[in-house]
């Protein structure tokens, strides 16, 4: 399987934040969430990507290709989603549309238009009408009228109720069914990738955690409950996260052989992403 995206080396700072060395890449023909909580560098990562930020060093490389040297073409054959939309709030949508689709080679106005209606839009009406869903249907049907051989999107379900996110969700996947390449889809609502992923990649205050398959992830961690009591120094050195109340505690680990064989009464649950996140960056409480 190749690689359709390569990041080697990310370094990126500001005041305040930085991007220490993020190393990973895509494989083709999978969605790959991209997890963290708010401020883990999510959004940089994915702004320093396309070029809208400059980088520190580091190398980047789409289907093979180097970003520093072929910008063009590989913009021309990725669809971008991102958190706002970045159109111009006095345009219709036929207005803003006719801006966007001049920069692809290989734009459908056919998929343009059944995109739009599959959505409901109405190209008379003007962007700053349109609510937060309507804005990311409109951005999706941009994404998805020029052949686009890669999506990348950021938190594209972010403030969406839960019908519209299903909706997006569904249409992701039929994207894949129909040949598409790659989703990195970027988010911090991790229901939305139990679904949808096939590989994930957490990043925490500015450096990569883990890129793993979903369903080995799942496989690899258990939540742990059992009585306080039984917890010793060499036991909690089991566990990557403890939360302890008067009832007894909670934790998630990875070595569940090990916990099983020094606390025999516990009970095991199958973690969800979210826990296996919160588990990564919690801590001891």
Same mark, same amino acid.
Request: glycine residues 10%; hydrophobic residues 35%.
């Given at each position: 399987?190749?690689? &359709? ?7 990126? @700072?500001?005041? *305040? /934040? ?5 190393? !990973? =890449? +895509? ?71 006719? &801006? ?7 734009? @459908?106005?056919? *998929? /343009? ?5 599959? !959505? =409901? +839009? ?45 909706q997006l969700l569904k ?5 894949m069914e129909n040949g ?106």
């Amino acid at each position: 399987m190749n690689d &359709i995206l390569t990041v080697s080396g990310l370094n990126k @700072s500001y005041v *305040d /934040f930085s991007l220490k060395d993020v190393t !990973f =890449s +895509l494989p083709e023909g999978c969605i790959t969430g991209f997890i963290g909580v708010n401020g883990a560098g999510k959004t940089t990562t994915l702004r320093t990507l396309l070029g809208l930020t400059n980088k520190l060093s580091g190398k980047i490389q789409f289907f093979g290709l180097d970003m520093d040297k072929n910008e063009r073409e590989i913009k021309d054959r990725i669809g971008i989603v991102l958190d706002g939309g970045g159109f111009y709030e006095e345009l219709s949508l036929s207005e803003m549309k006719g &801006i966007i689709s001049s920069a692809y080679t290989s734009w @459908s106005e056919q *998929d /343009f238009k059944r995109y739009m209606d599959m !959505f =409901s +839009l109405d190209p008379k009406q003007k962007i700053n009408s349109l609510s937060k869903g309507m804005r990311m249907k409109y951005a999706l049907a941009l994404a998805l009228s020029h052949n686009a051989e890669l999506l990348i999107m950021d938190e594209p379900t972010s403030g969406l109720d839960p019908l519209v996110r299903g909706q997006l969700l569904k249409i992701l996947t039929e994207y894949m069914e129909n040949g598409g390449k790659g989703v990195f889809f970027s988010t911090h609502i991790t229901s939305d990738l139990d679904k949808i992923a096939d590989m994930l990649i957490m990043i925490d205050n500015g450096r990569i955690v883990f890129r793993e398959e979903k369903d080995t992830l799942l496989d690899t961690y258990r939540i742990v409950k059992g009585d306080s009591g039984a917890l010793t120094p060499d036991t909690r050195k089991l566990f990557l996260s403890i939360s302890e109340t008067d009832f007894g505690f909670t934790g998630i680990t990875k070595q569940i052989s090990e916990v099983r064989s020094y606390i025999p009464n516990i009970m095991v649950e199958r973690p969800t992403i979210e826990d296996i996140m919160l588990g990564n960056i919690g801590g001891e409480k």
